[in-house]
């Protein structure tokens, strides 16, 4: 079993910035590495960016690349997801999952986090 606890969601105007920590804790050695997804209203759940527990190995969403920056923190079983110069179509809920092997869909993970709100607007 995989806990996972995401935290720094809020209210951001555009073209600021937040970041994204998730906390897992359990058998997170059983996991290939930790990806972020988000959910906007009346759409369906999208795939963000992944980074592996081992070495670290990034992939993002092709449209959010340059913007958005993956990373972690393995002493501390934590993965961060820095998001720069947002904008409103950002808005979303960001889940943080456990990825059982190196994907992009909802099918590759194994645990979800319950989720952070992040709301572009001005």
């Known amino acids: 079993q995989v806990q996972l606890v995401e935290s720094g969601g809020g209210l951001v105007q555009p073209g600021g910035s937040l970041r994204l920590s998730c906390a897992a804790s359990?058998?997170?050695?059983?996991?290939?590495?930790m990806g972020w997804f988000r959910q906007a209203p009346g759409k369906e759940r999208e795939f963000v960016a992944r980074?592996?527990?081992?070495?670290?190995?990034?992939y993002y969403a092709e449209l959010l690349k340059g913007r958005f920056t993956i990373s972690r923190d393995s002493a501390k079983n934590t993965v961060y997801l820095q998001m720069n110069s947002l904008k409103p179509e950002d808005t979303a809920v960001y889940y943080c999952?456990?990825?059982?092997?190196?994907?992009?869909?909802?099918?590759?993970?194994?645990?979800w986090g319950q989720g952070t709100q992040v709301t572009v607007s001005s």
């Open positions: 980074i592996s527990w081992n070495f670290g190995n990034t």
């Open positions: 359990g058998r997170t050695f059983s996991s290939y590495g």
């Open positions: 999952a456990a990825l059982r092997v190196p994907g992009t869909r909802a099918e590759h993970v194994e645990y």
